[in-house]
């Protein structure tokens, strides 16, 4: 189903990436909002490269432009300058490659967990039988086996965003992109769900940009946390973060590399909420 990863020390740095290793490039992106007679610059100037594989968290004061960022990439928010590829290719509109994870589940009411999953499928007017196939592959990998005919109104808040991130990667997107997905989810089951997606990342190799609100969540995913200031939204620091590529998740909170991290993104946020 995935390709297999290929190494377990993580991609290489952005500094050492030729065009061709890019997954995701932003040159120079800015957005501005005009309606109503408003006019809201949602970011300027914003630089990102996303190497293939890698595993990038944005952590940003609200209002910073995550989620515009996010969906420029995705090509559902045009630019108003700059330029964003994927895979070397300008994205120009809605693209089939990416896959979506929105803050709130967005299941159908109407229809089963494997259902809503397949919703992807029916959209894209990919092969049923191959399309139940991977269904089926997914709900297992997510832990969702057993709960394939239960209804949303059954499952609970992270079964729902299992479904949702099962109907995200149903058609084998290059790029997962995710915005504040466990943000409604109890802290516990936050966790258990970050321990998830970072097996599956670990598994698949895929290449993930999330937005969070949670630097102890955006560490532990990530190798490069990227911060931005308040708006207009643009890159204020990115780390990278240099911890193994399997990571236990008490372990890893533990470690120096966690904290140094972790303080860093926190003192720069907070300095961003404060309008330094
Ligand atoms: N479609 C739109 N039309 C007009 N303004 C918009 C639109 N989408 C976003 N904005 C504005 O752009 C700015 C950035 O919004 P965005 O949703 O990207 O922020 P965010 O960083 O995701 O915030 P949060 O952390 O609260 O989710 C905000 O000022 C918002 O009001
Ligand atoms: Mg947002």
Redo the contacts with the bound molecule.
């Keep these: 189903m995935f390709a297999r990863r290929q190494r377990v020390d993580g991609p290489p740095a952005p500094a050492a990436l030729g065009h061709s290793d890019a997954m995701v490039e932003t040159r120079g992106v800015d ?1 501005t ?3 109503k007679g ?1 006019t ?4 300027s100037g914003i630089d990102l490269t996303v190497a293939r594989g890698e595993f990038v968290s944005i952590a ?12 420029v990439v995705a090509g559902l ?1 045009e630019v108003t300058a700059g330029e964003v590829t994927l895979r070397g290719t300008r994205v120009a509109g809605p693209r089939r490659d990416v896959g979506f994870v929105f ?1 709130r589940a967005a299941l159908l009411d109407w229809r089963n967990a494997r259902d809503n999953i397949l919703f992807q499928a029916e959209m894209r007017g990919l092969p049923r039988d191959r399309s139940r196939k991977r269904a089926a592959e997914l709900i297992e990998m997510t832990g969702l086996s057993g709960f394939e005919t239960a209804m949303p109104y059954e499952l609970s808040g992270g079964m729902q965003q299992r479904v949702s991130l099962c109907r995200a990667l149903l058609h084998e997107p290059d790029v997962l992109l995710m ?2 997905p466990f943000g409604a989810l109890d802290a516990l089951t936050r966790e258990n769900m970050n321990v998830e997606l970072r097996r599956i990342w670990e598994a698949t190799g895929m290449t993930v940009v999330l ?1 969070t ?1 949670s630097v102890a969540e955006a560490v532990y995913l990530a190798s490069r946390v990227v911060v ?1 200031g308040p ?1 207009p ?1 643009r890159v204020i620091e990115e780390f990278a973060v240099d911890l193994p590529g399997h990571r236990a998740y008490e372990q890893t909170l533990e470690s120096a590399e966690f904290q140094r991290v972790g303080a860093a993104v926190r003192e720069l946020l907070g300095a961003a909420a404060a309008g330094d």
């Design positions: 957005v909002f005009r309606s408003r809201v610059q949602a970011l940003g004061p609200s209002g910073c432009g995550k989620s515009t960022l996010l969906r928010t803050q915005d504040e937005v609100h931005m708006r939204g």
